[in-house]
């Protein structure tokens, strides 16, 4: 086995690589064999752009590319936009780890990644589990580790395709003294995914103005995921301000041209504008977008179901608020919003 290992330098950022480096190796290890005997499946667009499923062996899969060894042994290379999806072979303890996730059970989940991380051998399947184990401490208000992994898995593979799993923060945020520290450290010396992430987690506390200006030279950022998420974090400090037809014209259009995958966030910002300019139905199309496209985000996903019924209720739609209501209740049983609606509910019952 060869393993490269980051020496860290003398500076939060890199402590705390190295305490994740720590907590799962290195990535970059060569293995002679696979982890799992089964094979991987692809679903794919033909050239008539037909889907199509192969079976066979991913040897990688990148934000360009998919690498693919076939049943019969032959290796092509896949285009990754013609990739709808891949189900890769999954030991005992990925799957119960994605049971966990599904569950809302994410402390459970990250102990049973971390067992798969250890277990696999497969370059592009370790980034995989990491971007769960991200979202895993994401939504258990774990923001420290969230962040610290999610730059190790950016150092490892700086175009990676799990850049959705980066933890920002789209409602109002107040950071732990720990956390609000990392951030500050990452606003001042980190690279531009680093100081992204750290302006998210301090825009709504006193360093507010630093935040602002971080945000807005990262609009100029070569990386374009990091300039369009730049801009969107920004629209938390206009909710109030901006005018009706900056909402329904630039910022959907900006939402629209962002990678797919990287949208949840804008929707529900969009909606709540929408929201605060009487524009319910509207409002509401934007709202539901997140828990039926990112429903892994967990927080803002319910929180956006919460907005859709409570402006339901409001303009005397209750059967559809009702039913939002016990949506909420259902598929999101962990968080703060579902609370709230189980109340909206037993009220509403009492007064029958």
């Not at 319910?302 to 039913?323: D, F, M, V």
């Amino acid at each position: 086995m060869l393993m490269f290992v980051v020496c860290p330098e003398d500076s939060m950022t890199r402590r705390s690589l190295a305490i994740a480096f720590c907590l799962f190796g290195s990535f970059l290890v060569l293995f002679s064999g696979r982890t799992v005997t089964a094979e991987d499946r692809v679903v794919l667009l033909d050239g008539d752009n037909r889907e199509i499923v192969r079976r066979g062996e991913v040897l990688d899969y990148s934000r360009e590319t998919l690498n693919f060894r076939t049943s019969q042994g032959r290796e092509i290379k896949i285009p990754a936009a013609r990739v709808i999806q891949v189900e890769p072979a999954r030991s005992e303890s990925h799957r119960l780890a994605d049971q966990h996730f599904a569950a809302g059970e994410f402390r459970q989940a990250q102990d049973a990644y971390r067992a798969a991380f250890r277990g696999e051998k497969r370059t592009w399947v370790r980034r995989e589990i990491l971007s769960q184990i991200v979202k895993s401490y994401t939504n258990s208000s774990n923001y420290r580790a969230a962040g610290t992994t999610f730059l190790l898995l950016l150092e490892e593979d700086p175009a990676t395709r799990h850049f959705d799993a980066i933890p920002l923060v789209w409602k109002p945020f107040q950071p732990s003294q720990a956390v609000a520290k990392v951030a500050q450290d990452w606003l001042a010396n980190g690279a531009a995914p680093a100081k992204l992430i750290g302006a998210s987690w301090l825009l709504s506390t006193s360093s507010r103005s630093a935040a602002i200006n971080v945000l807005q030279q990262l609009r100029r950022d070569r990386d374009r995921r990091v300039a369009q998420l730049a801009l969107t974090q920004l629209w938390r400090t206009q909710l109030v301000t901006t005018r009706k037809d900056i909402v329904l014209h630039e910022w959907t259009r900006t939402a629209s041209v962002m990678p797919f995958e990287l949208r949840g966030g804008p929707h529900y910002l969009i909606g709540r504008a929408l929201r605060k300019h009487g524009e319910t139905d509207r409002s509401v199309l934007e709202l539901m977008r997140v828990p039926i496209q990112y429903a892994w985000m967990r927080d803002v996903a319910a929180e956006s179901i919460w907005e859709a019924a409570n402006q339901l209720e409001q303009n005397n739609r209750s059967t559809q608020a009702l039913r939002l209501y016990r949506e909420l209740v259902r598929d999101f049983p962990e968080t703060m919003s579902a609370e709230q609606a189980e109340q909206r509910l037993a009220k509403t019952a009492s007064r029958d």
